[in-house]
């Protein structure tokens, strides 16, 4: 009987993981380009170093947007991959342990 509910539940953690894999992916694109112009903005000189634009010489962007079209799209996504790795990890790991607490207590 055991058994059986353990190939119950393998489908539900495979769509789970799938799901998750698919959420994490779509959570860091969907969140990169603004996380890159936080960055940018911020006012701790080690992470605006990051930027790839330069706001220490000439005339830097007034705006959030004026920054956004300097970077162009590139410079939006750039250190996608690693956010890719970060967001996805986390988003996976968070809804497999909601998923396994779900079918724990029997929903």
Known sequence: AEELVLH???PRAAGTLISSAVAGVVAAIVSQPGDTLQ???S?????????PVD???????TSILGLA?????SGLF???????????VIV?????IYDCLKAAVGL
Not at 43 to 51: F, G, Y
Not at 69 to 73: E, I
């Open 39 to 41: 960055t940018c903005m």
């Open 8 to 10: 119950a539940q393998l």
């Open 69 to 73: 079209r300097a970077m162009g799209w």
């Open 55 to 61: 706001l220490e010489t000439g005339s830097p962007p």
């Open 78 to 88: 750039t250190g996608w991959q690693a956010r890719l790795m970060h967001v996805e």
């Open 43 to 51: 006012s701790n000189a080690d992470r605006r170093a990051n930027c």
């Open 92 to 96: 996976v790991t968070q809804l497999l």
